[in-house]
Nanobody
Framework: VQLQASGGGLVQAGGSLRLSCAAS?????????MGWFRQAPGKEREFVAG????????RYQDSLKDRFTVSRNSARNTGYLQMNSLKPEDTAVYYC????????????????WGQGTLVTVSS
C-alpha cells in the first residue's frame, strides 16, 4: 500500500485545513483502517484519529475530538482529516497510516505510512 498525504500548509490560528491521504497499490480492502498521527519538533509521534474503512467507526485523541474530524471516501480510496479552530500547538508534520485497528494509538502498530505533510499554525 502506498499513501500520499497532502493538504498541509501555513494557516493562521483559528483557521482550518483539510488533509487528504490517497491510498494506492495492493488491494486496499475494507479490512483496513486509516489513522492520522502528528509529530511536532522534538516530540514523539502521537495519535490524532483513526477510522475503520469498512464501517466508518472512528476514534480520536480526546483533546482533539472537538476540533478534528476524520472521514473517508471509499470510492476514491482517500481519507481526510478536517482540522478546525487550529492553534499554534497543532503545528506538526501530519502522517497518515494504514493498519488493522482504527483505535490503535501506538504508532508502531500501524503497518504502512505516508510521507507526511507539514502544518504550520501562526499566532
Amino acid at each position: 500500500v502506498q499513501l500520499q498525504a497532502s493538504g498541509g500548509g501555513l494557516v493562521q490560528a483559528g483557521g482550518s485545513l483539510r488533509l487528504s491521504c490517497a491510498a494506492s497499490g495492493r488491494t486496499f480492502s475494507s479490512m483496513f483502517c486509516m489513522g492520522w498521527f502528528r509529530q511536532a519538533p522534538g516530540k514523539e509521534r502521537e495519535f490524532v484519529a483513526g477510522i475503520n474503512w469498512n464501517d466508518g467507526f472512528t476514534r480520536y485523541q480526546d483533546s482533539l475530538k472537538d476540533r478534528f474530524t476524520v472521514s473517508r471516501n471509499s470510492a476514491r480510496n482517500t481519507g481526510y482529516l478536517q482540522m478546525n479552530s487550529l492553534k499554534p500547538e497543532d503545528t506538526a508534520v501530519y502522517y497518515c497510516a494504514v493498519g488493522l485497528n482504527f483505535a490503535e494509538m501506538r504508532p508502531e502498530a500501524w503497518r504502512y505510512w505516508g510521507q507526511g505533510t507539514l502544518v504550520t499554525v501562526s499566532s
